[in-house]
């Protein structure tokens, strides 16, 4: 069993970065491949970026690709998502998850662990 906790949400400009926060508590991170999504209101659960814990390989969606940078923290056991250049349709809630299978996942239904969620909200 894993704890997912999101920080580092809030209201900022159009232009500005971002860094969210993901702290995991419980079985030790390094089992896990880690992922983030938003989901907008509306619409469906949107892949952004995933890491493998063990190996710190990433992969990072098209459609947020030179804008998010996926990162851990060992010593903290903290995955982060920076996204630079926030644009108002980037407005979200962000999730962490975490997947069993070590290896990058992309799916929604291939992560075990969900944390609540932390809202961005972008303004023009």
């Known amino acids: 069993q894993v704890q997912l906790v999101e920080s580092g949400g809030g209201l900022v400009k159009a232009g500005d970065s971002l860094t969210l926060s993901c702290a995991a508590n419980?079985?030790?991170?390094?089992?896990?491949?880690m992922g983030w999504f938003r989901q907008a209101p509306g619409k469906e659960r949107e892949f952004l970026a995933a890491?493998?814990?063990?190996?710190?390989?990433?992969y990072v969606a098209d459609s947020v690709k030179g804008r998010c940078t996926i990162s851990k923290d060992d010593a903290k056991n903290k995955l982060y998502l920076q996204m630079d250049t926030l644009k108002p349709n980037d407005t979200a809630a962000y999730y962490c998850?975490?997947?069993?299978?070590?290896?990058?996942?992309?799916?929604?239904?291939?992560?075990?662990?969900w944390g609540q969620g932390t809202q961005v909200i972008v303004s023009t």
């Open positions: 890491l493998s814990w063990s190996d710190g390989l990433t």
């Open positions: 419980g079985r030790t991170s390094s089992e896990f491949a």
């Open positions: 998850a975490a997947s069993i299978s070590r290896y990058l996942m992309t799916r929604r239904d291939q992560f075990n662990y």
